[in-house]
């Protein structure tokens, strides 16, 4: 790799640098709540990280040996993609698209396009690291060029922060957003594995590689501090700070030549990940849902894991409870086959990468999360003949490379799903439990309290699901496919944010309200070998419009008969009109009073529902099954053309009333 350094002196027209109170970052935690920054600060670092010229935490694509040990069949499944790859059209990222967010809120059309190069451009980068013959040189070269040749590799949807707004990106003012920092690291390790070999094609590459990432990353990171990711604005933090710190650290580690400002970057870093661990649920739980699990703990990890190579083991956080209880939430999640527990923003259907879970579990020592990710990897027949390669669209070289070179650890480790009888996190107020540990069969519940400012937030206080023989039956829509408005004011305009979408009741016409006032109270649970069960009042998640003084919820799973609900209320107002909604991904008979048939139907591929049956008071209430159309692409990959909202609208309201649903096969 070449070692040319570069004058790293950059400036832009931008709003100015929020003040540094005291030397340090806004939102200053107490020193006892700096897990990272307070054990590895500055000097520390300075004295525990190995030099870049020293850090070799891959074998780069000359070391053959590690490269030549990898499995046959995998070697050949990653080359036939990168030969797959060759003959795909390279996408061209027009202006007229990338306009199309800031005129009518479309982000995937340029989005489509701008990971397809991403995509390609690893699959090449992978398959000249297995081969070594240089045939894919060319095409990595040209397709390098053109990436750094993007006048921004920041997203329409995230440019809106610049000073200029929405629109085209000003490339005097780089973004640094999620995207932005992948690319970085994808171009960061291509430098590190094929630096001599880009060399020989021309030195200029490997040199601008090197100013790109300075200039688009690892300038504006270091000098800035208002980047709302960071967490050092009053803003709250999500998945975005450490996933796109794992980039930046990628890139400072790999590519930053001035071993002092190196150094001075992993510091900041540090504080930042603070940000996202302090205020983090002890109980592990991500409230932005399993699938966000992805991009939150997951990428935690993939900091952990850099900052413990790069320091030959001397930073090594995974004695930390918080960590631990943070990668056991992905299990904790796991319902049966590709299904999860989709809260939030998340999808019900998810393929969570098996060697970062087997990695992560080896790591805090926990033997069902490494059976997990082995069983995730057997799913996907990682290991055996028929290796097929599993490919998000959006690459990541940061993990591919622990995966291809851990993936023999497999062998020998029990494939199983922990599949938990019963999960609890008081944190974020969300409970689990199935008929027996280690089987799908029988009936499986998952319900939540929380609030309504949580990140990536529906409003669904009280909200629950129903599996059956591992199949779903009363389920979470999910999320559509994102546009403009999904993270607008216009936000719960959209039907699955929706209370009435989700398994609660609407009052007077008034449904649940967004913000972290609107929450439960009087939360309880307990289990034991009979039954779970889950209490909750869902009034405070409801406007004073709705006139509740209480609504007192109780869901109880009796293990291998029924999941049962009984609602009490009392409102302050006469009740005109109040109904119960459920969504279920079942074909609905309700023809029967007192009783609705659910049958299976089929979703999406080859998947299918469950069944069973709803008994409720037929004096109380009237049952209609309503179809709801899908026609995003997002929903209609997991429920298919439609789901069914059952509506229990109460022939009688009144204004105190105990309600009693069972759900039984």
């Known amino acids: 790799m070449s070692q040319t350094t ?33 054990k590895y600060p500055y000097e520390v670092l300075k004295s525990v990280l190995l030099p870049r010229s020293a850090w070799n935490p891959f074998p780069k694509a000359a070391d053959r040996a590690g490269w030549n040990d990898l499995p046959e069949s995998l070697r050949r499944a990653h080359i036939e993609m990168a030969e797959d790859s060759l003959k795909v059209e390279w996408p061209h990222l027009w202006a007229d698209v990338y306009l199309q ?45 053109s990436v750094m040749e993007e006048s921004s590799w920041c997203i329409p949807a995230h440019i809106t922060v610049q000073k200029q707004g929405s629109g085209l990106p000003d490339t005097t003012e780089p973004i640094v957003d999620l995207f932005c920092a992948e690319t970085g690291a994808l171009l960061a390790w291509t430098a590190y594995l094929l630096g001599a070999k880009i060399d020989a094609v021309s030195p ?41 710190n794992s980039n930046w650290l990628t890139c400072a580690l790999l590519i930053e030549p001035d071993e002092e400002r190196r150094v001075r970057a992993v510091a900041k870093i540090l504080k930042s990940l603070d940000r996202f661990l302090v205020p983090y649920p002890k109980d592990g739980g991500c409230d932005e849902g399993p699938g966000y699990w992805g991009r939150a703990g997951a990428a935690l990890f993939d900091n952990l894991e850099l900052l413990l190579s790069a320091s030959a083991g001397k930073i090594n956080e995974y004695d930390n409870p918080l960590v ?18 989709n809260f939030a923003d998340a999808a019900a259907v998810l393929s969570p990468e098996a060697m970062l879970i087997f990695n992560f579990g080896k790591r805090i020592g926990d033997p069902k999360m490494m059976s997990f990710g082995a069983w995730l990897a057997e799913r996907r027949d990682l290991l055996y003949k028929g290796y097929r390669v599993v490919k998000s669209g959006r690459n990541s070289l940061g993990r591919e490379l622990p995966a291809l070179f851990s993936i023999k650890e497999l062998q020998g480790v029990p494939a199983r799903p922990p599949l938990l009888r019963d999960v609890w996190l ?14 799908s069969q029988g009936f499986y519940l998952a319900a939540k ?113 029924s999941v049962r609900l009984v ?36 979703l999406a591929g080859e998947m299918v529902s469950g069944s069973g049956v709803i008994l409720y008071d037929a004096h109380k209430f009237k049952a209609a099954a309503q179809v709801v159309p899908i026609s995003d692409e997002r929903l209609g990959a997991i429920w298919g053309r439609q789901l069914t909202r059952l509506l229990f609208t109460a022939l009688a309201p009144k204004s105190q009333d105990t309600w009693e649903f069972t759900i039984t096969r």
């Not at 409003?459 to 994102?482: L, R």
Request: glycine share 6%; net charge negative.
């Open 6 to 38: 570069h004058d790293f002196s950059y400036s832009w027209n931008s709003r100015p640098l929020p003040p540094i109170p005291n030397g340090e970052y806004a939102m200053n935690l107490d020193p006892s709540e700096q897990y990272l920054s307070k």
């Open 101 to 145: 967010f800031s005129i009518n809120g479309n982000r995937s059309n340029y989005e489509k396009d701008y990971f397809k190069r991403r995509e390609i451009l690893a699959n090449l980068v992978t398959a000249e690291c297995m081969e070594n013959q240089g045939r894919f040189m060319t095409a990595i070269a040209n397709y390098l060029w």
């Open 204 to 244: 200029l590459i490997m040199q601008r590689i090197t100013r790109e990432i300075d200039q688009r990353i690892l300038t504006p990171a270091l000098e800035r501090n208002d980047f709302w990711w960071m967490g050092f604005t009053p803003r709250r933090v999500n998945n975005w700070n450490p996933w796109i």
């Open 324 to 341: 631990q209880e943070i990668g056991r939430f992905i299990y904790r999640a796991h319902i049966n086959d590709d299904f999860y527990l």
């Open 426 to 439: 008081p944190v974020i107020q969300v409970m689990v439990a199935r008929d027996v540990e280690g089987s």
């Open 449 to 561: 309290g929380g609030h309504n400012e949580e990140s990536h937030n529906h409003n669904d206080v009280g909200h629950f699901v129903v599996y059956i023989d591992g199949n779903p039956v009363i389920v979470d829509a999910g999320v559509e496919t994102y546009t403009r408005k999904t993270f607008s004011a216009q936000r719960y305009e959209i039907w699955t944010m929706q209370s009435a979408y989700h398994s609660l009741p609407t009052i007077n016409g008034v449904m649940q309200a967004p913000g972290r006032s609107f929450a439960a109270r009087d939360v309880s649970y307990q289990a034991d070998e009979q039954a779970a069960h889950f209490s909750l009042d869902i009034a405070g998640a409801y406007p004073v419009e709705a006139g509740l003084k209480f609504w007192q919820r109780r869901l109880t799973l009796e293990r291998g008969k």
């Open 567 to 602: 609602d009490t209320y009392q409102m302050n107002v006469p009740a005109h009109e109040l109904t119960f909604s459920l969504l279920t991904a079942c074909s609905a008979d309700v023809s029967a009073p007192g009783k609705v048939v659910l049958s299976p139907a089929a």
